[in-house]
């Protein structure tokens, strides 16, 4: 069944607050922000960008980082994607229409037959299900990242060279919002049968941009696609990515029109944005409700006493949200459940606000935290060993913070700074006790956030799991009434904020985005992993 007939079927309950185009059943009602134009645009020049971090892996599936999504994303396409100028919208990408089965287990997708990889071969359904059959079947050494967005998936078929079938285990309402998402690009079925699957540095995508070059510590380099599907596209001759850790070097960047755009996390900091406009030099800052966004506390589980439930529970009730906001985060954030302040999912901030932690006398708290502490055989604190923090203001305030506030019931964590790169090696050899971050999430919706989160199979080995948890978030994502759903969605998130507690949710910072005018046809989406390929920017000067 087609899916322009079944607006009140499957497909209508995608995701509240999505709308799917091929659907028809309606418009979205975000507007262009004022980067947008009507004027005619221009083609040429190239875009400069400055980057927080280094690329650590260039394979979509096998990243879960903004630091490379926002570098690779350009290079490829997915069979549908989220309308880089409106983000609340699905629309067609390497697929240009699809239909869905009345039982919500079966997506036919109808591919353009105009389409070319970058090393000139073309893109047909065998590659389509090449990629799929990468997670459907994982090997563990590949380390694919969002495996639990991908479990219902059945079987990936051919139907013919143009035609492809995705097949589900059970009906998924969320199915088609993540396969929308930045992260789902389209790879050679060549390429993955020549490396076994592990692609390692090729870079033979689809997308509007092909890769040219990378210096580490430099810059990241793409330009325009000759032969990308939409023949007028990209406007931009290509886009080159400063790396540039330092947060008054960024400043300074796009101060002095070194660079034309800064959108990936973290922004800017509230104070550079005051300096910013107090400049009033005519740069442009979007503040931006971001997914890629709720500061949290990790636990290394394997690591005592965090194994220890009651240990992080002393450790979630003592934190002074409101204060992390001031201090850390300098006014710019919100008190949130799991979800964004704005979510339809999020539990409501009047019931997060009687759970344990977020009590506004936090003498009261304190007192509490202690007699947990106790009951957990450690009346006077303990030696809570490494707090690793990745190197940049955005988390070392938010360390410095948390450390002191620790302290207020006797744990003492030394700090450890180190760059991204040792990070990302630290954490996967599971070499720290906590780390303070900010979780990327690519859309609004539970299979996304939970999933992704805290449901056991996405987890690192390291991670604290909870059966309960993956139970509850299994149950949701099935369910096809969209208000019972939320209801469970609610329950879950008061068990995991009580109870599971594998990290310590804290708040959701504002981001802050500057550009300057002339960047034109750019929209700030809330989750930056979904708005990477730069088609429809052009540049008025």
Request: proline letters at 5%; a neutral charge; glycine letters at 8%.
């Amino acid at each position: 069944m087609n899916t322009r007939s079944r607006c009140n079927g499957f497909a209508a309950v995608v995701a509240l607050g999505l709308l799917v185009a091929a659907t028809g059943c309606g418009s979205a009602s975000q507007q262009p922000s004022s980067q947008g134009t009507s004027s005619e645009p221009k083609s040429g020049g190239v875009l400069r960008t400055g980057e927080v971090r280094e690329l650590i892996n260039r394979d979509q599936w096998r990243t879960g980082g903004v630091q490379d999504q926002t570098k690779i994303g350009s290079m490829y396409s997915g069979l549908i994607q989220f309308d880089p100028l409106q983000e609340d919208k699905i629309i067609a990408d390497l697929a240009d229409r699809w239909e869905v089965s009345p039982d919500g287990k079966e997506f036919t997708f109808y591919l353009r037959k105009n389409v070319k990889f970058h090393d000139g071969s073309d893109f047909a359904a065998a590659d389509a299900k090449a990629t799929f059959d990468r997670v459907i079947k994982p090997r563990a050494e590949l380390a694919l990242t969002r495996l639990a967005f991908w479990k219902t998936l059945d079987k990936a078929e051919v139907i013919d060279p143009y035609t492809f079938k995705l097949t589900l285990k059970r009906s998924q309402p969320s199915f088609l919002s993540l396969l929308a998402i930045g992260f789902s690009g389209m790879l050679s079925k060549k390429d993955l049968e020549a490396n076994n699957g592990d692609l390692g540095d090729k870079q033979n995508g689809t997308g509007p941009f092909m890769f040219v070059d990378y210096t580490v510590g430099v810059s990241f380099e793409v330009k325009k696609n000759p032969n990308y599907y939409k023949e007028d596209r990209p406007y931009l001759d290509g886009v080159k990515q400063f790396i540039l850790p330092d947060d008054n070097a960024r400043l300074a960047a796009i101060r002095t029109k070194q660079i034309d755009l800064l959108f990936s996390f973290p922004g800017i900091t509230a104070a550079q944005g005051k300096t910013l406009e107090q400049a009033n030099i005519g740069v442009r800052i979007d503040r931006v409700e971001t997914l890629v966004g709720l500061d949290y506390l990790a636990f290394n589980g394997k690591h005592k006493p965090y194994d220890n439930k009651l240990v992080r529970q002393a450790m979630n009730i003592v934190v002074d949200r409101p204060g992390f906001i001031d201090v850390a985060r300098q006014g710019n954030g919100k008190l949130a459940s799991l979800f964004p302040p704005s979510s339809p999912w999020g539990l409501p901030i009047d019931e997060v606000m009687k759970l344990p932690g977020w009590n506004p006398d936090k003498a009261k708290d304190i007192t509490l935290a202690k007699e947990l502490l106790a009951k957990a055989g450690y009346p006077n604190g303990f030696d809570g060993g490494t707090l690793l923090i990745r190197a940049g203001q955005t988390d070392e305030d938010a360390a410095s913070y948390l450390q002191q506030e620790f302290l207020k019931i006797g744990i003492k964590l030394q700090q450890k700074r180190v760059d991204s790169t040792v990070f990302g090696q630290l954490t996967r050899a599971e070499d720290f006790d906590v780390y303070p971050i900010a979780e990327g999430n690519t859309v609004d919706d539970p299979d996304n956030i939970l999933y992704g989160q805290y449901h056991g199979t996405n987890l690192p080995s390291w991670g604290v799991k909870d059966s309960k948890t993956d139970e509850l978030i299994d149950k949701q994502s099935e369910m096809l009434n969209q208000e019972e759903r939320k209801k469970l969605v609610w329950e879950i998130q008061r068990y995991i904020m009580t109870e599971h507690l594998n990290k310590i949710p804290i708040d959701y910072p504002t981001r802050l985005a500057p550009a300057w005018p002339y960047v034109k046809n750019w929209i700030n989406h809330k989750s930056v992993y979904n708005n990477t390929k730069f088609q429809d920017i052009w540049l008025d000067k």
